[in-house]
């Protein structure tokens, strides 16, 4: 059974880093994908990054590209969502998500492309 915890979150300044870790075992299949979202209060769920185990493939949302940065260190079970030039509006809980096997080349961030999530973690970015 897939399992999945995050950590790192926390409070942050406006312009500060935090980098999570989400922990990922129990995968039956060597393909699968893991993916980064966030919910702030009120809103929904929004797609921030994804990786592939096969070839580390990666994608990000438009409203982080280019201030997150997501890794694996699959030999740990470890994926990293590594944040910089945090803003207020990137405070939320965070969750990391699961899905096995793939059948694609590319990861998705849309929830529905997942089907196992961690409890998440709350980053919240002070102004």
């Known amino acids: 059974e897939v399992q999945l915890v995050e950590s790192g979150g926390g409070l942050v300044q406006a312009g500060g880093s935090l980098t999570l870790a989400c922990a990922a075992s129990?995968?039956?299949?060597?393909?699968?994908?893991i993916g980064w979202f966030r919910q702030a209060p009120g809103k929904a769920r929004e797609g921030v990054s994804c990786?592939?185990?096969?070839?580390?493939?990666?994608s990000y949302g438009d409203a982080v590209k280019g201030r997150f940065t997501i890794s694996g260190d699959f030999a740990k079970n470890k994926v990293y969502l590594q944040m910089k030039d945090l803003k207020p509006e990137d405070s939320a809980v965070y969750y990391c998500?699961?899905?096995?096997?793939?059948?694609?080349?590319?990861?998705?961030?849309?929830?529905?492309?997942?089907?196992?999530w961690g409890q998440g973690t709350q980053v919240t970015v002070s102004s």
């Open positions: 129990g995968f039956t299949y060597e393909n699968y994908a």
């Open positions: 998500a699961a899905v096995e096997p793939i059948r694609l080349d590319i990861c998705g961030i849309w929830a529905s492309y997942y089907d196992k």
């Open positions: 990786i592939l185990k096969t070839d580390g493939y990666t």
